[in-house]
């Protein structure tokens, strides 16, 4: 919930990819507020059509500033909206349980083609879902595709450290992948809660701090971090979890901020024995990689192989997945897969997606009024 990330690709869906400009545009605090409410809210929800109370004002901003993002990033770069194909849209995730079928992303992507008169492709997770997937991750076929070829020792791991963070295993044939634990959002919302800042700057505040190696095990001994691939979270699941086992109100800010970054240092790591074999490099992309304490904590864990953030590997680590959902629209619009047996437990490789067609005649600009 950091802001809306916008790039720019050339490609074919499959081994060719050209990176264009990208940028982010930031959440305010009350877009955040809005948005924070909208996932809390969604908690009781068994519908995922269903808008009740906030969600409805909350997807409506979700749709409204990925637009003016859009068209600002166009502008800007100097690019010729005619000349855009497709737009790739996510949407806010609200809530997750793929175990109940449900996957619920807000976002209207029949509204956004209107504001843009471009095609868009959006719910990209709800078909693996139905059909009894785990609807995540999804960004692991283009993390195959930039690694496939990447002059680098295999078998390559990537990992993204969003909310929660996930793990693509490279290593020829269909990618092998699954969340890991938590990324960003216990940290994030610790430091929300006691300090009042959205998150930990540079990993300072870990930094200072002591881990609690004793909240740490008793932390991860959830069953979720034995469990083999695939496997998927929704941002919320460790936080009773985590506020029960590692006793975060009796510690500083410091210790809190440092216990919470081992755990998704650990966790990550955790995955090493359940891979096909060991990655003999580690990648890095996503917010989490800005944390220096938690980059530190990675490099001890998983030790001896390297582990490097995406832009020392000439990728993005900000841009990395605004363009992985371009990617996955254009593999929608050529009918190639996103989810396999492998990354989501799809019983076979899937499509995914949703095609909005903008109407003739349609208004472009959108107005406040």
């Known amino acids: 919930m950091d802001g809306i990330d916008v790039a720019l690709i050339e490609t074919d869906g499959e081994s060719y990819i050209a990176f264009g400009p990208s940028t982010t545009r930031y959440y305010r605090d009350e877009e955040r507020r809005v948005l924070r409410q909208a996932i809390d809210e969604a908690s009781p929800l068994r519908d995922r059509a269903a808008r009740p109370g906030i969600l409805r004002e909350a997807e409506r901003l979700v749709t409204i500033l990925h637009a003016a993002a859009v068209q600002d990033f166009l502008s800007e770069s100097g690019i010729d909206w005619r000349s855009v194909?497709?737009?790739?849209?996510?949407?806010?995730?609200?809530?997750?349980?793929?175990?109940?079928?449900?996957?619920?992303?807000?976002?209207?992507?029949?509204?956004l083609a209107k504001i843009l008169q471009l095609p868009v492709v959006y719910d990209f997770r709800a078909a693996d879902v139905a059909a009894g997937g785990q609807g995540a991750p999804l960004v692991p076929i283009f993390h195959q595709a930039l690694a496939?070829?990447?002059?680098?020792?295999?078998?390559?791991?990537?990992?993204?450290?969003?909310?929660?963070?996930?793990?693509?295993?490279?290593?020829?044939?269909?990618?092998?992948?699954?969340?890991?634990?938590?990324?960003?959002?216990?940290?994030?919302?610790?430091?929300?809660?006691?300090?009042?800042?959205?998150?930990?700057?540079?990993g300072v505040n870990a930094e200072q701090g002591e881990v609690d190696e004793a909240a740490l095990a008793r932390v991860l001994a959830h069953p979720f971090f034995a469990r083999r691939p695939p496997k998927s979270l929704d941002r919320n699941e460790f936080r009773e979890w985590v506020r029960?086992?590692?006793?975060?109100?009796?510690?500083?800010?410091?210790?809190?901020?440092?216990?919470?970054?081992?755990?998704?240092?650990?966790?990550?790591?955790?995955?090493?024995?359940l891979l096909p074999t060991t990655p003999k490099c580690w990648i890095l992309c996503g917010g989490g990689v800005h944390n220096v304490t938690m980059m530190r904590m990675l490099g001890e864990r998983l030790a001896p192989a390297p582990v490097e953030s995406a832009d020392a590997a000439g990728w993005s680590v900000e841009a990395m997945e605004a363009q992985a959902f371009a990617y996955l629209a254009v593999r929608n619009l050529r009918g190639l897969p996103i989810t396999f047996p492998a990354t989501t437990n799809a019983k076979a490789p899937m499509a995914g997606g949703v095609v909005a067609v903008p109407k003739i005649g349609s208004l472009r600009q959108h107005s406040s009024s």
């Open 85 to 111: 194909d497709v737009v790739g849209f996510h949407g806010q995730t609200v809530l997750h349980r793929p175990q109940e079928r449900l996957t619920i992303q807000i976002g209207d992507g029949e509204e």
């Open 148 to 202: 496939r070829n990447l002059d680098r020792p295999h078998p390559i791991a990537v990992v993204n450290i969003g909310g929660v963070a996930n793990v693509t295993f490279v290593d020829g044939g269909d990618p092998v992948a699954c969340d890991t634990g938590p990324g960003n959002a216990l940290i994030d919302d610790f430091m929300r809660t006691r300090t009042g800042r959205p998150h930990d700057p540079a």
């Open 244 to 273: 029960e086992q590692a006793d975060l109100d009796g510690m500083s800010v410091e210790d809190g901020a440092a216990t919470l970054t081992a755990i998704t240092a650990a966790s990550i790591a955790a995955i090493v024995p």
